[in-house]
């Protein structure tokens, strides 16, 4: 039996990757920080497309929020506030970004299901398990 080794579909040549990473501006942004310091002193929550700040001209907006409005949380404090209250804020849209290449993971998932998938595995991220691997595995690399 012979097998037809033919091409016929135009998609077969689409990365995912490349999309994602088009859609998030891998490489098109060569240092951040001074604009995202920029914001910071503006205001620490900015709502809407804050991608534009960086000069970027495609919309991550269209390509992962599907009409979400995306909003930046900069202080480091209101970052921990805003990861700590799963009653006000949801991990879930985070589905949409890393889902495409990495499935349903705990990154975006909430509580409960991230408290339970969190007890499975936060003793592999624990110091001396982290001071294992440095020097196991990131070290002899």
């Given at each position: 039996?012979?097998m037809?080794?033919?091409n016929t ?6 990365d ?22 920029e914001?910071?002193?503006?205001c ?12 970027m001209?495609h ?7 599907g ?9 480091f ?11 006000t ?11 495409v ?18 007890s499975?595995i936060?003793q ?7 001071e ?10």
């Amino acid at each position: 039996m012979a097998m037809n080794t033919t091409n016929t579909d135009n998609h077969d040549n689409d990365d995912p990757f490349d999309a994602f990473d088009a859609a998030v501006g891998i490489g098109q942004v060569r240092d951040p920080y001074p604009v995202l310091e920029e914001m910071r002193a503006e205001c620490p929550v900015h709502a809407g497309p804050y991608w534009k700040r960086f000069g970027m001209e495609h919309s991550v907006e269209e390509f992962i929020y599907g009409g979400v409005t995306p909003y930046a949380v900069l202080p480091f404090e209101d970052v921990q506030q805003v990861l700590r209250d799963d009653e006000t804020f949801s991990s879930s849209i985070l589905a949409k970004i890393n889902g495409v290449m990495m499935g349903h993971t705990i990154i975006e998932m909430d509580q409960p299901e991230h408290r339970r998938y969190r007890s499975l595995i936060q003793q592999a991220f624990a110091l001396p398990a982290m001071e294992r691997w440095e020097r196991d595995i990131a070290q002899p690399l």
